[in-house]
C-alpha cells in the first residue's frame, strides 16, 4: 500500500519544559499521528507464468462412442494357396465305341481231333449220297406207272436207310460227343457240355462251331441254372455266348438276337472294353475283356 505524500509520519518525543523554577522536574509528552488509509492504487504488472506442472496420471477409459459410418471397400487380398483336391466324382457316362484294333497275330493251330470225327463226317457224306439218289428217282417214277411202283418200292427202302443212317449218325454223334464232352446237364430240350478245358471267347467258339455246337447262351432262368451247376462242378467261370462287341452297350446272341433275359451280378455291365459275359458259380453273370480264359461249355 502507498501513502500519499502529504502525510507524515512524525515520531518525535518533546519534551516541554513548565515554568516551574525546579529543574528536576518536567513532564514527558508523546505526539501520535493517526495512519489513515487511502483509495486502491493502480493494478501491478502481471508477473511472469510460472513453470509447468508436473503430468497428471492417465485418466479412466470413456464409454464407446456411437458406431461410425461404414467405410469403403478395401482392395482385394492377395489368391490363397490350392486346396486339397475334392473327392472323385461320380464316373461319367459311358463314351462311344473305339474304333477297331487292328487283326491280332492267327493263333496256334490246336490238337487234332479224335477218330471220331470222321466217323461223322463219312456218315453225312452218305446221307447226302442217297437224298440225290431218291430226287433221281422221283424224277424216274414219272414216266411210267409200272416203272413208278417199282421206284415207290424202292424209294421206300431207301427211305427205310436213310432213317437207320440218320439213327446211327445221331448215335455215333452222341457218343462222340460224349467222349470229346464227359460232363454234361440238360435243361428241357436244350443240352450243355464241356470237357473242363478252358480258353478266351475266340477259342470257345471255335471249338463248339467244330463239333456242329455253339457257346452256351442260356436264355431263361432254367436254362441258367443248368449252366451254373455245371460251371460249379468244375469249380471256374465259364463264358456265355452273348457279347457287345458290335455296339457298346448292346449285347446280342451268336445269331444276332438281342438278348431279352440277363441275370447281371449288382452293379454290372460296367466295363468300357469288357465286351463278353462270364456267369459265376452263383449264376450270376459279369462282363469282362474277351481275351481272358475262361470254362469252355456248349450247347446243343
Same mark, same amino acid.
Given at each position: 500500500?502507498?501513502?500519499?505524500?502529504?502525510?507524515?509520519?512524525?515520531?518525535?518525543?518533546?519534551?516541554?519544559?513548565?515554568?516551574?523554577?525546579?529543574?528536576?522536574?518536567?513532564?514527558?509528552?508523546?505526539?501520535?499521528?493517526?495512519?489513515?488509509?487511502?483509495? %486502491? /492504487?493502480?493494478? !501491478?504488472?502481471?508477473?511472469?507464468? *510460472?513453470?509447468? +506442472?508436473?503430468?497428471? =496420471? #492417465?485418466?479412466? &477409459? $470413456? @464409454? %464407446? /462412442?456411437?458406431? !461410425?459410418?461404414?467405410?469403403?471397400? *478395401?482392395?482385394? +487380398?492377395?489368391?490363397? =494357396? #490350392?486346396?486339397? &483336391? $475334392? @473327392?472323385? /466324382?461320380?464316373? !461319367?457316362?459311358?463314351?462311344?465305341? *473305339?474304333?477297331? +484294333?487292328?487283326?491280332?497275330? #492267327?493263333?496256334?493251330? $490246336?490238337?487234332? /481231333?479224335?477218330? !471220331?470225327?470222321?466217323?461223322?463226317?463219312?456218315?453225312?457224306?452218305?446221307?447226302?449220297?442217297?437224298?440225290?439218289?431218291?430226287?433221281?428217282?422221283?424224277?424216274?417214277?414219272?414216266?411210267?406207272?409200272?416203272?413208278?411202283?417199282?421206284?415207290?418200292?424202292?424209294?421206300?427202302?431207301?427211305?427205310?436207310?436213310?432213317?437207320?443212317?440218320?439213327?446211327?449218325?445221331?448215335?455215333?454223334?452222341?457218343?462222340?460227343?460224349?467222349?470229346?464232352?464227359?460232363?454234361?446237364?440238360?435243361?428241357?430240350?436244350?443240352?450243355?457240355?464241356?470237357?473242363?478245358?478252358?480258353?478266351?471267347?475266340?477259342?470257345?467258339?471255335?471249338?463248339?462251331?467244330?463239333?456242329?455246337?455253339?457257346?452256351?447262351?442260356?436264355?431263361?432262368?432254367?436254362?441258367?441254372?443248368?449252366?451254373?451247376?455245371?460251371?460249379?462242378?468244375?469249380?471256374?467261370?465259364?463264358?456265355?455266348?452273348?457279347?457287345?462287341?458290335?455296339?457298346?452297350?448292346?449285347?446280342?446272341?451268336?445269331?444276332?438276337?438281342?438278348?431279352?433275359?440277363?441275370?447281371?451280378?449288382?452293379?454290372?455291365?460296367?466295363?468300357?472294353?469288357?465286351?463278353?459275359?462270364?456267369?459265376?458259380?452263383?449264376?450270376?453273370?459279369?462282363?469282362?475283356?474277351?481275351?481272358?480264359?475262361?470254362?469252355?461249355?456248349?450247347?446243343?
Amino acid at each position: 500500500m502507498q501513502f500519499p505524500s502529504f502525510c507524515v509520519l512524525v515520531l518525535g518525543v518533546s519534551l516541554v519544559k513548565t515554568s516551574d523554577p525546579e529543574p528536576s522536574n518536567y513532564e514527558e509528552k508523546m505526539n501520535t499521528c493517526t495512519l489513515l488509509a487511502g483509495a %486502491n /492504487g493502480l493494478p !501491478g504488472i502481471p508477473g511472469t507464468n *510460472g513453470l509447468p +506442472g508436473t503430468p497428471g =496420471i #492417465q485418466g479412466l &477409459p $470413456g @464409454k %464407446n /462412442g456411437e458406431e !461410425g459410418p461404414k467405410g469403403e471397400t *478395401g482392395d482385394q +487380398g492377395l489368391r490363397g =494357396i #490350392q486346396g486339397p &483336391p $475334392g @473327392k472323385a /466324382g461320380p464316373p !461319367g457316362s459311358k463314351g462311344d465305341q *473305339g474304333e477297331m +484294333g487292328p487283326k491280332g497275330d #492267327q493263333g496256334e493251330r $490246336g490238337p487234332k /481231333g479224335d477218330s !471220331g470225327g470222321r466217323e461223322l463226317e463219312l456218315l453225312k457224306t452218305q446221307t447226302s449220297h442217297l437224298q440225290e439218289q431218291m430226287k433221281n428217282l422221283q424224277l424216274t417214277a414219272s414216266k411210267t406207272s409200272t416203272e413208278l411202283e417199282l421206284l415207290k418200292t424202292q424209294i421206300s427202302h431207301l427211305q427205310e436207310q436213310m432213317k437207320d443212317l440218320q439213327s446211327t449218325a445221331s448215335r455215333t454223334s452222341t457218343v462222340f460227343l460224349g467222349q470229346m464232352f464227359p460232363n454234361s446237364t440238360a435243361a428241357r430240350e436244350k443240352k450243355f457240355v464241356t470237357s473242363g478245358t478252358e480258353g478266351n471267347y475266340q477259342l470257345s467258339k471255335t471249338t463248339c462251331s467244330h463239333f456242329g455246337l455253339q457257346v452256351a447262351s442260356p436264355r431263361d432262368n432254367e436254362e441258367n441254372k443248368a449252366v451254373q451247376r455245371l460251371a460249379a462242378k468244375f469249380g471256374k467261370n465259364a463264358f456265355l455266348g452273348m457279347n457287345d462287341q458290335e455296339t457298346e452297350g448292346v449285347f446280342k446272341h451268336l445269331n444276332g438276337d438281342r438278348m431279352e433275359y440277363s441275370k447281371w451280378a449288382p452293379k454290372e455291365p460296367n466295363g468300357d472294353h469288357e465286351d463278353c459275359i462270364e456267369i459265376y458259380m452263383d449264376g450270376n453273370w459279369n462282363d469282362v475283356p474277351c481275351n481272358l480264359n475262361r470254362l469252355i461249355m456248349c450247347e446243343f
